[in-house]
């Protein structure tokens, strides 16, 4: 009878623990990882996302957006429709595609929209650009800006070559002063190199 009640205890422990590992397992099974999930991001899909911020910033080199994003600047201070704040467009897209009448860099912000905004990822925009007393060292405005990046960010850049004869773009000053002629007085970056290139600028874009 003892024997019995002992191996009823065991069979009783044995189911238990069973249950209990399923239970778990069942958990685990139906935690789906996204793009917002605490904690560290499979490393494919942190892959792939860095593939599309540098797809997304050659693209719109190519089609000419990202010149034109930076010198759409006022000469009177700050990015076109940006009220000249120190955060650029803040949360908006960069150019603020829903105030800009004159489309200049809009679909850039449409691609941003479309590719990372649309499936729930966030990202800030950011210029570097050469300081005229050092070329080695930089500075930098933020375009758009959302947050501070999680750890799980990724981030991809672009260089754009400034010449001393090209002009802003912002629609206040488009066709006007060269921008070796307005300087740091009316633009963002100095003059920080000889000959006919007026600086080199990085476009640097993060996603998380």
Known sequence: MVDDRGQAYTLEGFVGALVVLTALLFVFQSIVLTPTTAGTVDQDVKAQLRVQANDALRTAD??????????????????AYTNGT???YGTHPPCAPTVSPDGTCDSFGETLRDVFTARGYTYNLYVTYQLASDPTET??????????PSANAVTATRDVVLYDDQRLTAPEDAGNATLEALGSGGFYAPDASDGVVYNVVEVRLVVW
């Open 86 to 88: 120190d955060v650029g």
């Open 62 to 79: 190519t089609d000419g957006a990202l010149r034109n994003l930076t010198r759409y600047w006022n000469a009177s201070g700050g990015f």
């Open 139 to 148: 500075a930098t405005e933020r375009v758009v800006y959302r947050g501070v």
